[in-house]
């Protein structure tokens, strides 16, 4: 750090002294490297699990709702169920076997708020977004939005303070999975 001071008299007469502390211009460089740097290694992983994502990202998604994470192993899967400070609580069904092991093949949630949805569909948001835009524009009223395409089936419904749905990956499904199962 630098020092610079600054003399001045006040209104009154009296001698004033200012005593200021500056850094150095490569000081400052330095950080914004060192933060730049930080943002894009920080971008490059995920922060969360997400449908389709990888099992190793669970307990960041834990960490990011603040949660409390609760696990039960199955046959051909395992939840990973995470509740929220705020009382939602999401569920993410990872398969233990087959082509998609160790993959989000499908995620559940209910709650006082519905989860962010860009982060539990992950890559199938903007295809979500298609299809409820589509909906949408067909749809009259307040009903649940039922998405049935190719590689996305969701379902959401509710009302303030009681939010509910799920989205699944009909391809990643475990062998003996039926979709009742995801909840």
Do not use: C
Request: no cysteine; hydrophobic share 40%.
């Amino acid at each position: 750090m630098q020092q610079v001071s600054n003399s001045d008299t006040d209104s009154a007469g009296m001698f004033t002294k200012t005593l200021m502390l500056t850094r150095p211009a490569a000081s400052i460089k330095s950080r914004l490297l060192v933060g730049a740097v930080a943002l894009s290694l920080g971008a490059a992983f995920p922060a969360w699990a997400a449908l389709g994502g990888d099992i190793a990202s669970v307990q960041s998604d834990q960490i990011h709702m603040q949660g409390s994470l609760r696990t039960t192993v199955t046959g051909s899967y395992t939840v990973h169920e995470i509740q929220s400070a705020a009382g939602t609580v999401v569920r993410e069904y990872v398969s233990t076997s087959g082509k998609s092991a160790g993959k989000v093949f499908a995620i559940g949630w209910q709650g006082p708020w519905p989860p962010d949805i860009r982060q539990v569909l992950g890559s199938y948001f903007d295809q979500y977004v298609q299809a409820a835009k589509a909906q949408r524009a067909a749809r009259v009223g307040r009903r649940p939005l039922v998405i049935e395409e190719p590689g996305l089936v969701m379902q959401v419904g509710g009302h303030p303070r009681g939010f509910v749905g799920r989205a699944y990956v009909p391809e990643m499904l475990p062998a003996g999975v039926r979709a009742e199962d995801i909840q």
